[in-house]
């Protein structure tokens, strides 16, 4: 099994404004492993939560150090490469693209899609939510006016945790609610406030019809999400909170919900797992994205059917988006019938 790494950069129409910064230009990793003949394709983003960033320069150097590791392995063994992946300590970003290159080589090799081959129901897939990043009210109304003017939303995540503190967090979100008056409304927090601020926030979103907060609290603040939960009527998910199913257990009592990123999971398997776990906890699940390509968003479009909510817009809001794969049709994210991944290079048409 070969592995090719090669980075391309991605332009935003729009930057994105959240509580930690500004993006507005991302630089990824497109991987791809050959064997056989069949060549299957992955996605690694960098994103920064806490103390480990995962930058795009040690996310490639990592995905390099490994490659030769694997000359010797077919895609078709993944436990063995799950077990050497591990104990190499890889970024999740790049044990995320090389499993997602995995999955899509089987697909190929087989000729069906990951959904198809997972028995899921594509019907089932619920809208994706479009993102507003943080901004004034009249940046909100602007920006909810470009989506509706783009496609057909049917829900705005809207983030909060503004610098400038709630009151301009609740102007904004009045802004939104009044230009997408016939929207669902989702929110983001970041982990942008501090307890006292997210109890009045959450109480105040639920008064005005938003459906869960995501990430109220900061990383490393859990310890106070089950005082949270007992003082408000809105549903929690955690993001930044929750990387992988191992984090699930000790969150289970105290959120109603996780946010399943494949960077942070490190690809579809763990996704899977996560899943399951968060289910057998009887919690939600939503899958969720940096500032991924419509590759990486393909990928975890075929796990969409078994998602309660969805956040897989990033690819919308790039100018230069270089592969086609999963598309927009009535707000829904939907994968099509190619096999794999089912997503071409929008220059090679490969």
Request: net charge negative; charged share 20%.
């Amino acid at each position: 099994m070969q592995i090719k790494v090669e980075i391309f950069t991605v332009n935003k129409r729009f930057p994105l404004t959240i509580s930690r910064g500004t993006t507005a230009q991302t630089t990824n990793i497109w991987v791809r492993i050959l064997h056989d003949g069949i060549e299957g394709w992955g996605e690694a983003s960098p994103f920064n939560v806490g103390t480990h960033p995962q930058s795009t320069e040690i996310i490639k150097d990592a995905l390099l150090q490994v490659a030769p590791c694997f000359q010797a392995f077919s895609p078709l063994q993944r436990q063995e490469i799950e077990q050497i992946l591990r104990k190499a300590l890889l970024p999740s970003s790049a044990v995320a693209a090389l499993d997602m290159a995995m999955h899509d080589w089987l697909g190929k090799r087989v000729g069906l899609p990951l959904w198809q081959i997972w028995g899921l129901n594509r019907d089932a897939i619920v809208p994706t939510s479009v993102t507003i990043g943080i901004n004034s009210p009249e940046g909100a109304r602007a920006r909810a006016r470009d989506w509706l003017a783009f496609t057909n939303v049917r829900v705005f995540k809207v983030k909060l945790g503004s610098p400038d503190g709630i009151d301009a967090d609740r102007k904004m979100l009045i802004a939104v609610r009044e230009e997408a008056a016939a929207r669902d409304l989702y929110v983001d927090a970041n982990g942008g406030w501090s307890l006292e601020d997210a109890v009045f926030m959450c109480n105040w979103l639920a008064d005005i019809g938003v459906k869960y907060v995501e990430q109220p609290l900061p990383k490393g603040q859990e310890e106070h999400l089950a005082e949270l939960k007992r003082l408000i009527p809105l549903p929690i998910f955690v993001d930044e909170s929750c990387f992988n199913s191992s984090d699930i257990p000790k969150l289970a009592s105290c959120v109603d919900g996780i946010n399943i990123k494949l960077m942070k999971s490190g690809g579809l398997t763990e996704a899977m797992r996560m899943v399951h776990t968060a289910r057998a906890y009887k919690l939600q699940v939503m899958f969720g994205c940096y500032s991924d390509s419509t590759l990486a968003n393909t990928a975890a479009a075929q796990l969409a059917p078994l998602a309660d909510y969805l956040d897989l817009d990033s690819h919308l809001n790039l100018t230069d988006d270089p592969f086609t794969g999963a598309y927009m049709h009535e707000g829904k994210i939907l994968p099509n019938d190619l096999p794999g991944l089912g997503v071409q290079n929008s220059a090679s048409g490969a």
